[in-house]
Structures are given as structure tokens and as C-alpha cells.
């Protein structure tokens, strides 16, 4: 097969409904021939398809999941705001659904439970309860048809099974109940137990659907970075053009401000570029004649011309996109344990009350159609869903909230379930580990007398500095109350730092080291010793001369947080291995993980580099968790088993990850692990009792008693079993909230 053919794209998916549905599109797809590989993101509704374009076509792909009652969307153009549309039509609807079901099954539990012998009760229930199955519940009945049709058993199944017959039976009781009694069986009906599992299954349905419509605002902020129209030189004259018109070799024009809207290399002019979204670090970039500039990236002060080397699909930004939405789509959902058990457990049951009939009928002597009837009844009710239907959803619902009251916004039960199986963590630095913003940490001066006065000519040069850390010099400044003096002949020297004169026509200058050995001022060993070591703890060195002498040292760094190095401990104390990846040089990631303990870092990465490292650690079999906060995580986070943003971070990162710490203390994010640990221990003990239940009651509600001692289990006590069973796992997901993380 040749690789040129290949093709892998991600389609918005339509028309799915439970991770059933998702199944079966990537079974549709998988077995075309051409598809080499399929996979559904249910939460996103996309698939990710590479398929040889040779053989199998994208109008074939779409006809092919038509037929089966689903739909791809395949116009590039706009697909996304077509999914979109659907998707927010799909969560209005199910809202809608959802609010009058509850409306309308209200009255008939009320009925149901305090006025059973009440004839009049049936009849009004039968009006209520009939538009909540068939009209706000029809989805599970539509997607049971379309599992059926492919072979498949659900969840959907079973509600569909359960809901189906309880109500035909209670239709049957409502208008002919003297029928039933004449075959000694109890004319009851189960009106309230239908109406509120197809209730309670919409409401986990809303939030399902809430959770999906977010899914995408990510990926439209990052395409948002991208301006919509620029200004280029096109046949010697100044114009605006729209971005979809730049070809490679145009030049440029970027103001003060502006985004970058394509990559390219600086032709005229300098300026500082703030390229934290590809580095993650907040001082910004000096470009001048010959330097790389990127699509999203943000001009400072100044302003230059470039010519355009990268456009379209080929800028960084779009690359860092596209392998967002690979991530997002390539991610298999975890099949919810729900789902698999309903698997195995909805055949069974259905074979055990066709069994259960066909066994009274055969030996049940002159009341065996009646017995078979109410039995096999009874084994459809009592193993109705709900309380494994409740298992996960409550749990989740109580964990979520536990983790709200501590810093941890948990967006989807995925994160929560995945959480506690988390053996390898990555941390991003700037703004992560560390604060996010330089700071002045140390000053040595080596001129005493008049030192205010100097202090505020220090003040005044920075105040006309365009270089990023002059901020940071100012902000220490003015917070001492240190107020500026009076400058002129101001000056800056490119790559160097500034000078200006003061009122007496004595120069001054700051910058870097190659500006002190500029004017041939000398650093004696001592102060160089400093200076070493201050590099070598990751700080920037600022020198402040006049024309004869050095006057002072700054040393200006991203200080480390106060938390950062317990919570690290603390994450290796769980059997977590922890990394660090940053956009910074190597010597100060070196510097920055001896001070916080981590062995295994690395400075210097893209942040393609980082989605690469959490895909190596996946393939080695780990599942990997990344901390990050700033856009250029955003790879990693969307294609980690658990992405987790800094709360104070960019809207990008915090929309891909699936976890937002509230705090930009780290140490909330072994609360999280903990947190996901003692949740799925609770999803696991309601799915252990619901199961148990489920295991005692069939077997009783067949009639394995009626030898023994005459019982027979009525449907009414049936109905009254699941609710306990139910309330018990309620009850059980409740205890989450005592758990101190």
C-alpha cells in the first residue's frame, strides 16, 4: 500500500447516542476495505479515519455509516460549525426531553407509591406515563432497534426491555384486570417504575451531552489565534488581504500589538515577539533581521516586516491544531464498566426470563401460564438498570463535587475513573512549577553613597525599556517607593540593553554582559563568582554602569512556588514518576528540577516535543498524566490519558484538559489522584451491590422458592426491591463526601 495514498483525517460524527453507537461506526469503518484504522471519540462525536484514498472514497465512508442510521460530516469548510449546530441542537433537545419527562412522572410516582389500590390512579398514570416512554423516551427504544439490528445489547436494551414490558403490563392490568385475576395473578401496574428509569437515564443523558458541547471550544480558540485578515506588500503597495490569500514569499507588515498571522523570517525593523504559546515562557523574544517568527505568536512594542514562509495548513499554529484534534479523536473512550457488564448481563437476563416462562409452562400444572407470566415479569423488573445505572453516575456526581470544595474542577468522569491508574506525570514549568513571572530575586550594589539617587536613575532607564525584564525592575522599584529622575538621549542598543544621560551629561547604561565588556569595564573574580552562580540557579543577570564603573547586579528570575517541592514528593510517594518538560534552555530546566527533586527533565522542547513524550510513555505501557498551563501544552494535555490545567492558565489549556485546578498550588493535584482513587473504590463497591442483587433476586423472582416453600415473587415486591437496591447505592456514593483528600 503506498504511504502517499494514506490518508488520516477526523470527521464529525452524527447520530450517536451511547458508546454503543460509537462502536458500531468504528466497526462500520474498520471493515471497509481501504480503512486501515478507525477510531471514535464519543465525547468529541469525531472519528479519526486513515484510509487509502485509492481505494475507498470520503463520499463512501459517509454513504456507508448512512445506511446504518449515522452520518459523517465531510465539507472541510464547515464542518466544525455544522457539528456544532448539531450538537447544541442535541443538548436543547435533550434538556427539553429530560425537563418534561421529570414533569410528567412526578404525578405518576406519587400515584404510584401512596395511592396503589386506587382505580382511577392507573388510568391517570397511563396518561403520563405514555409520552414519557414513548415520546421524551424514544431514544432508548430507536437505539435498542438499531443495536438489534446490528447484533448489539446495551444498556439502552435493557431500559427499552424493562420500560416496554412493565408498561404493557400495566396497560394490560389498567383495561383488563379482571383477566389476570381470573389466572391468580395480581393486577398491578408499573407506571412509576418506567417513567423514572427513563427519567433518571435522561438526566445522566444531559449531562453527557453538556460535557460534549464543550468539547470544541478549544480547538476554536486556538483557530482563533490566527487573525482573519493582514497586511502584505502585494505589487510594491501597502494592502489588506484576508489570511486564506497570503502566499509563501509575501512580505509582511506587523504593528505594535499585532499577531503574527503566518510563519516567516524577519526582513527590516525589531521588536520583542511574546512567543509563549510555543514556548510557555512569558518573556518575550527579541526579533531583528534574519529571526523566525510563528502564526499566534504576539508583537510587543516595536514593529517589522518579514516575508512569509509557512502558510495554511503548514504554520505551527495549524500543525499544533491538527494534532489537538488527532488526540482528541485518536483517545478510544474507556468503555464504561456499565456498558461492558450490560454486555454479558442483558443477554443473560433475557435468556433467563424466556427460560423461566418456557420452564412454567412446562411444569407448572394449571396456574403455568399465569406463574410463568408474573415470573418472568419479576426477573425482567427486578433486574431492571437502575441501580447499576445509578452505580457510576452518583459516585462520579459525588466525587466531582468533593473534588470542587478542594481547588479541583473535574470536567468529565473519564479524568475521574482514569485518575488513580495515573503512573507517570508530566510538568510543564513556567507557570507550573514555577510562578509564571519574572521577578527580581537578588541585588548586590557595589556603589554605596547616593544609592537612592542611582536607584532612581536605574528607575528611569527601565521605564523607557521596551525589554521584557524591565518590568520586572520596575515593578521591585516602585514597590520600595523609589520614584524616577529625570533622563535624556535615550538609546537602545539591539541585543545589548539601553543607555541614557542624566542632568548632568553623565551617561548611564543596563543590560548584559556583552554591554559591560562593551565599555571596557572590568568584573573582578569575586563578583564573577556571583554572577556564576546566580546563572547557574536560573537567573538572569542584569548589569546597571555608568561610563567608568559597574554600579550594580541584578539577578531576575520565574521563582519557584512554594508547594512545588512537597507536592513532587508527594507524587513520588504515590509510585508516580515525574517529569518535567519546558520550552526553556536547558541550563535553567537543569537548575530549576535539582532545586525541586526531579531527575528526568528536559529544556529546550516544542510543543510538538511534548504530545511525542506522553505518546512514548503510552506506548510503553504507562498511563500518563500532563500539568500544564499555557497553549503550547495543549498537545500534550489533549493526547495524555489525564490533561490537567493550572487554573491561572490560558482558556486553551484549561479547554483541552479534562481537570482545572482552581489554585495554582500543585499540591492539588495528588488530592486529584487520591480523590480518583477513593471514587472508582465507591463505583466499584455500588457496582458489587447492584450486581449482588441482581444475582439474588433473578433467581427468587424466577421461582426457585415456589418448591420449597409456595413463594412466588410478586412484581409490585419486585419493583419495591430494585427501588431498595437503588437507594442503597445512592446511600453508598453519599460516604464519598467524608473523605478527607
Known sequence: MSNS???????????MTCVGCASSVENILNKMDGVTEAGVNFTSNTVLVSYDSKKVSKEQLKSNLQSAGYDIIISEKNA?????????????????????????????????????SWTPGNYISLIFATPVLFIFGRSFFINAWKQAKHKKVNMDTLVALSTGIAYLFSLFSTFFPSVLESQGITAHVYYEAATVIITFILLGKVMEEKAKSNTSSALKKLMGLQPKTLRAIINGTEQEIPIEAVEKGNTIIIRPGERVPVDGVVIQG???VNESMITGEPVPVEKYEGEKVFAGTVNQKGSFHFTAEKVGKDTLLSQII??????????????QL???IASIFVPIVIGVAILTFIVWMSLGGDLAFSHGLTTAIAV??????????LATPTAIMVGIGLGAENNILIKDAESLELGHKVDAIILDKTGTITRGKPNVTDEKWLINENKAILRSKLLALEADSEHPLADAVIRKLKEEGVEPSKMTDFNSITGRGVQAKDEDGKTFFIGNRALVEGQGIAIDEALNDTVQKWQNEAKTVVFFTDDKQLLAILGIADEIKENSIQAIKDLKGLGVDVYMLTGDNQNTATAVAQQVGISEFKGGVMPSDKSDFVQQLQKDGRVVAMVGDGINDSEALAQADVGIAMGHGSDIAMDVAKITLTTSDLAAIPKALKLSSRTVKGIRQNLFWAF?????????????LYSVNGFLLDPMIAGAAMAFSSVSVVLNSLRLKNIKL
Open 5 to 15: 495514498n494514506i490518508k488520516k483525517l477526523t470527521f464529525p460524527v452524527t447520530g
Open 80 to 116: 466544525k460549525e455544522e457539528q456544532e449546530e448539531q450538537q447544541d441542537k442535541a443538548y436543547k433537545e435533550v434538556k427539553k426531553r429530560t425537563f418534561w419527562a421529570a414533569i410528567l412522572t412526578l404525578p405518576v410516582f406519587v400515584l404510584g407509591m401512596f395511592f396503589m
Open 270 to 272: 525589531n521588536s520583542f
Open 322 to 335: 491538527k494534532r489537538v484534534q488527532e488526540a482528541q479523536g485518536s483517545k478510544a473512550p474507556v468503555q
Open 338 to 340: 456499565v456498558d461492558k
Open 380 to 389: 425482567l423488573i427486578v433486574a431492571c438498570p437502575c441501580a447499576l445505572g
Open 692 to 704: 449482588f442483587y441482581n444475582v439474588i433476586s433473578i433467581p427468587v423472582a424466577a421461582g426457585v
